[in-house]
């Protein structure tokens, strides 16, 4: 798929048919984490894979829309790495760490959606209940949720801000 088309053509989705998510397209979107840039090439994430159900359960729980958990096969969760500490201090780990996590987040949303395959990046949930559910261990921070599986609707485009209000041309 045409990168710009992905990137046009992607849309949050939070209902999604009974069809799991196949090998291949796992193994692509895996791929997608990996090669995402990161600070100092640090790689300050961790992603978790989930499509055991029960596990999936809690974590619909600890988000505030468990309805999308429920219908998705799979939930990959992004978790900062706070080793990062060592190298960049504190803005490292309140920085740094969150944007490697995100860059990853996005490369694996686009190519979702290169697959036919629907997301969501869901922020709103409660950490503590997510580091429970996957038993995270210290160091680890969940700061993404995406919910991953065949669409079940087809949004209309949201709204974005005009030019004016997002670019500023210094030249
Ligand atoms: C950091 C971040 C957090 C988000 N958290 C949520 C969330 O908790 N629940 C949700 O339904 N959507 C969440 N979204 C999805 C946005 O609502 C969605 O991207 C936005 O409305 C634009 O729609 P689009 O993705 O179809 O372009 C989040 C998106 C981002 C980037």
Request: aromatic share 8%; net charge negative.
């Amino acid at each position: 798929m045409d990168l710009r088309e992905a990137i046009l053509r992607r849309r949050s989705i939070r209902t999604f048919s009974d069809r799991p998510v196949d090998t291949d397209a796992v193994e692509a979107l895996k791929e997608a984490v990996l090669w995402a840039p990161s600070a100092g090439n640090l790689q300050s994430r961790v992603f978790y894979f989930v499509t055991h159900e029960h596990t999936r359960q809690k974590l619909g729980k600890a988000s505030y829309q468990p309805e999308i958990f429920a219908s998705a096969p799979l939930v990959v969760v992004g978790c900062t790495d706070d080793a990062i500490v060592g190298e960049y201090g504190e803005r490292g780990r309140d920085l740094y760490a969150v944007q490697d996590v995100a860059a990853a987040v996005q490369n694996l949303l686009l190519t979702a959606h290169a697959h036919d395959l629907g997301t969501v990046w869901i922020g709103a949930f409660d950490p503590e209940k997510v580091r429970e559910a996957l038993a995270l261990p210290a160091g680890l921070e969940a700061v993404a949720m995406v919910p991953v599986g065949t669409p079940a609707e087809a949004p209309a485009p949201p709204e974005h801000k005009p030019p004016h209000a997002l670019f500023h041309d210094v030249v």
